[in-house]
């Protein structure tokens, strides 16, 4: 048993790895401010007699100063730090939404790390540190300009891990995220859809054309990826991309259409113009994911499969009984 | 005639810009707060009548909301953002100094120049965003894992720069230096060696074996290249390496040789063990300038031609005079 401190721990990925942790028969402590996570989430962990909740932002240094003096150096073997604005239409509009919640709540919990002596540190990042590089990509592609204040304060979150690396880290592990879907997300295309037909069950409005096409993996899949990279990478740092199974992505058409159909709607659908959903959006892209499976991880789903799967439970989780009875 | 603005405009390179811009025709405004720059380095500058310098630091977000008070919208035609730590080793004992004075100078100049409605922003990185990655440098190049903190801060400023270019710039200008010498520099190796003579000068002690190896680049070949860049390149993002002329780089041990040399001393030279100064030091990396040269611009010096031109500038600029006398 090891412990294990996760930043974000009640929100969608966070939570999900707290269960996982605990499953694994590991002791976890758990951080959110509750910007986006929910105690909903958290509803199975708190069962477990070795889960800890503690409420607080840790873009705040004075939160992790106080936490030092309560958790002896050396008594927590890895940070996952998953904690950061997700939802990057936001952080277009107002830069400072990502320079808080996605890179100043990396670079205190960095800090943090080195004030508890610990050595081992995974961050969760993003295919949005790629920009719209028109090329398949992988863990050396370049040149690296992100389009969005979320995928820019990614990658500054990576760079300021990576430094750490000459100084405090033993291990880093960087994971490029694809779009994650599955219970719990608070953004994404699915979860829009749902809301929207919360609100209008006879009219679907798409931002875009519908062309957007992009990879997503399940958000168990994904934890299923880390847990084994963690296992068996053995570098100081620590990159890599997680895709679903094969190199194709997902239509914004296709989920458009499954939506509908398993909301058990008729609505129409209203497609935008271009395909470029929002300022930042990155329209398609590709993910090799050549590195991870030569490490002896492989998903089980495609992007597809992956939807099918992720549509079923957002709209059990989402669909609103109101519009249901209608 | 345009005007230019320029944060740390009273440093090392910030100086030496304003004195360029100035002496061809353009209106300058200038920025620094001093913890770097100096007054004695505008001495030139305050005698132009179209030179205005303000006293603030870019990184507090109020500083730029006065000055939009007091200047037109659209009246700036283009940002140099040259603000930044340049003690590489400080800000890997303080992760707070590049935070502040590197990363967060960048995020708060950007919104400025949104603020401003600037379009046009130049902004001064570093080959220190490649870290120990042991290939010829180009633009392209990757992995991106920067050692130091100040590495990791300035490629957080290229990616929150980047962003900006699918909201609020044009043209945006990535500039990676090599080590950049010449009068009014604060920090580097030869600048170390010089003030170590001033209070031993019959002893000069090195850090590390004295193989490190690095391209110098003169500043006022810098600036030749950065202004034929910004009027040649017409990319919406455009990044350059800039370097000196040919492909080797100078070792530490002729620095040291040379240094002592012009001093006109006889300093025993005391080598330290390992290729590596300090924590955060690359002790050897080569440019690729191919790039830059196929915009049709190219260096005069190579790097040891650089290193004799500097050393004799820094060592009659820096040399104690009371040593002098002895």
Known sequence: MKTHLVTGGAGFIGSHLCDKLLADGHAVIAIDDFSLGTYENL????????????????????????????????SIDVIWHMAANSDISAGVKDSTVDLHR???????????????????????????VYGDLQSVLSEDSAPLNPISNYGAMK????????????TDLDKLWIFRFPNVVGPRSTHGVIHDFV???????????????????????????????????????????????????????????YIADLVIRLYGTNAEIVYGNGNRGWVGDVP?????????????WKPK???????DKAVGEIVAELKSPVVALR
């Open 155 to 166: 990658l500054a979150s990576e760079a300021a891990a990576t430094a750490k690396t000459s």
């Open 301 to 307: 789903l495609t992007s597809n499969q992956t939807i």
């Open 195 to 253: 809301r929207k037909l919360n609100s209008t069950p006879r009219r679907l409005e798409v931002l875009g054309d519908g062309t957007q096409c992009k990879p997503y993996l399940h958000v168990i899949e994904l934890l299923d990826a880390m847990m084994h990279t963690v296992r068996n990478s053995n570098e100081k740092i620590n990159r890599f991309l997680i895709g679903p199974l094969g190199d194709k992505g997902t239509t914004v058409r």
């Open 284 to 296: 398609t892209f590709t993910y090799s994911t050549d590195k991870i499976y030569s490490l002896g």
């Open 102 to 128: 996605t890179f100043l709540t990396t670079f205190h919990t960095l800090e943090a790390a080195k004030a508890l002596g610990v050595k081992h540190f995974a961050l969760a990042s993003t295919s949005a």
């Open 43 to 74: 509803i199975e962990a708190i069962k477990h007699e070795h889960f800890k909740f503690l409420e607080g932002d840790v873009a705040n240094s004075s939160f992790w100063h106080q936490l030092a003096k309560d958790c002896p150096t050396n």
